[in-house]
């Protein structure tokens, strides 16, 4: 018998990073203590100044009080050992993408906390069921894919790995709704789950359309936001297709599909960027350049916008 919703009341966090620390602050915002865990003391610094970011965010925005923002923070500890995972009842992996170190963090930690509990991974695209090769009983192991910035975007994909028992799924499901989430299950373990395959389907035509010369980047970005992302944040492709007409989409996807990019390499603007240590705006440069403070003014007006938008859908903080 896997621990029920009902009975988890600590929730173990591992990795201080912006998707890690941003997790915690939700898990406690709706209630649960939280242990984050990070092996050096300069990434939880890190997780806890990222924490203090968020918090402003939503104290500006109104959605917070500072008294509240207070409480929510108290809920958070931070720790350099391991063994503090014997004290959870839920987990959620947030380390470095790569399956040796996910395979040498689970092997140790899925000794150490309680056989009853289930542990999850926020892993964007690896296997579930391939992770789940080092965990000491797997059929409690499911894959809790969080989208960023995990503290206002509320989607949580649930994802079973060949192992995973259904009893699992259905507690992670049951915890992603607990705290104001919404999951959205994967039956099969996938490469890149749902989001991402999504994603990158779009990535790969915006890239072909800027590298063929049929647009900029600014252009493809506005049509994204002002056309189909503004779409897609009401309605999902399918119901758009049934809204639009399936007769119309037909007699489009005639001729669209086949002139549609196929190619499976990197576009050539993303490996070349990559390639000049040019990342976004972690560097001040990427896609697009990011002189002095015009980074952390990106990210804090993504984050007003946001907000902004969940309002309209839904609540979520």
């Given at each position: ?36 865990y ?42 350099t ?18 399956m ?79 705290i ?10 996938a ?15 915006a ?29 999902g492709?399918?119901e ?63 984050d ?14």
């Open positions: 018998m896997m621990r029920q919703l009902k009975d988890i009341k600590t929730i173990g966090i591992a990795g201080a990073g912006l998707m890690g620390a941003s997790i915690a602050q939700i898990f406690s915002r709706w209630g649960y203590d939280v242990i984050i990070d092996k050096v003391q300069a990434g939880l610094e890190k997780g806890q100044a990222l924490i203090q970011i968020n918090q402003d965010g939503y104290i500006e925005t109104g959605k917070l009080t500072a008294e509240q923002s207070t409480e929510i923070v108290k809920r958070i500890s931070f720790t050992e391991m063994t503090s995972f014997a004290m959870v009842d839920f987990v959620v992996e947030c380390i470095f993408e790569n040796e170190v996910k395979h040498d963090f689970w092997s140790a930690v899925s000794e150490i906390v309680s056989q009853e509990i289930v542990l999850t991974s926020n892993t964007s695209g690896l296997s579930i069921t391939e992770i789940a090769k080092a965990v000491k009983n797997p059929q409690r192991f499911v894959g809790m894919h969080w989208v960023n910035p995990p503290h206002i975007v509320p989607l949580v994909e649930v994802i079973a790995g060949e192992k995973t028992e259904e009893e699992a799924m259905k507690i992670v499901w049951d915890v992603a709704e607990a104001h989430r919404k999951p959205a299950r994967v039956s099969k373990d490469r890149g789950f749902v989001l991402n395959r999504l994603q990158f389907a779009v990535l790969r035509e890239f072909h359309i800027v590298e063929s010369g049929i647009a900029t980047m600014e252009d493809v970005d506005n049509v994204m936001k002002y056309g189909l992302g503004m779409r897609y944040a009401a309605i492709p399918f758009t297709v049934d809204l639009g007409g399936l007769d119309t989409f037909y007699h489009v996807g005639s001729y669209m599909f086949a002139d549609l990019s196929n190619r499976q390499e990197v576009p050539h603007l993303l490996a070349d960027r990559f390639a000049e240590g040019a990342y976004g705006v972690k560097t001040g440069k990427g896609l697009y350049d990011y002189p002095g403070n015009a980074a952390v003014e990106k990210v804090q007006k993504r007003r916008d946001f907000i902004k938008l969940a309002e309209c859908l839904f609540e979520t903080v």
